[in-house]
């Protein structure tokens, strides 16, 4: 029998996670299995993505709750660095490639494509894996990059799908922060925030908000509720 996706996290972080360079704090783990339970009762379905992969730390990470029908694609600029404009990560697709041969449950399900975020329609992507219901943006982190990748996976997501947003809080990528301000002011038309934790912050579509609000609290013992652009979050130490 497969193992269920929660033993497939547990393994993940036993073998590859340590071995895997990035960064990633280990008890991120907690929360991605709290939105696979609740996607899991809610039948949330669709593809997984990483826009910044790296060699692949917190993507193969997501890619342990993909089921046997789903898909993930990986993005990064990987031998195109010259257009690393800000020297986030340096994507290795031998690194990365070898890392998800290694660490995958399902290597033939695992797609990537190297390409400047700041190129790619929505159909690039979901042409691939359909609409996503778990999506990383954790590329270059300019505010242009951030404000431009969060409403490329806007346009993806599912809804109860979540976005994951590095970096939120960290004073050496402001833009991160930033960006995301801007897109909540000017561009929003569905996302909000419902969580922080490990220097991630998770949103999803505005009608299940309170839902993973209810339901990730729930599963979580140690929380406090604070506000972030006027949504109520669940911020995770
Ligand atoms: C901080 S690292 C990603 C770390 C990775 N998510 C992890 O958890 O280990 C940032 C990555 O974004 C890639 N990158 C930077 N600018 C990009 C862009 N404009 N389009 C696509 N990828 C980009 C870099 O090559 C690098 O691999």
Redesign the pocket.
């Known amino acids: 029998m497969d193992n269920t996706a929660i033993e497939r996290i547990d393994s993940f972080m036993e073998s590859g996670f340590n071995k ?5 704090v280990p008890t991120i783990k907690n929360i991605l299995k709290s939105i696979s339970i609740v996607q899991d009762n809610h039948q949330i379905q669709g593809g997984i993505f ?10 193969i990470l997501l890619c342990q709750l993909l089921r046997t029908d789903e898909f993930a694609l990986a ?4 031998s195109k ?1 010259e ?4 020297h ?5 697709y031998e690194a990365f490639s070898s890392n998800v041969d290694s660490y995958c449950p399902n290597p033939f399900h695992i797609m990537s494509l190297e ?4 190129d790619l329609q929505p159909e690039d992507i979901r042409s691939k894996i359909g609409s996503a219901r778990l999506i ?1 943006v ?4 300019t505010c242009e ?1 951030t404000l431009h990748d969060i409403h490329l996976s806007s346009q993806l997501i599912t809804g109860g799908g979540v976005i994951i947003l ?2 939120y809080y960290n004073q050496e990528w402001p833009g991160v922060h930033e960006g995301f301000i801007k897109y909540m002011l000017h561009h929003n038309r569905k996302l909000c925030p419902f969580a922080y934790q490990g220097n991630k912050l998770f949103l999803t579509t505005i009608s299940w908000h309170q839902i993973f609000l209810r339901e990730i609290a729930q599963l979580t013992p140690n929380h406090k509720i604070v506000k972030m652009s006027g949504f109520d979050v669940i911020s995770i130490k």
Do not use: C, P, T
């Open positions: 895997i360079e990035g960064w990633v990483e826009i910044g992969v790296h060699h692949g730390k917190f993507f993005i990064d600029l990987f660095q257009l690393n404009i800000d986030s990560g340096r994507g290795g390409a400047d975020s700041l990383s954790d590329g270059g982190h990059h590095d970096d």
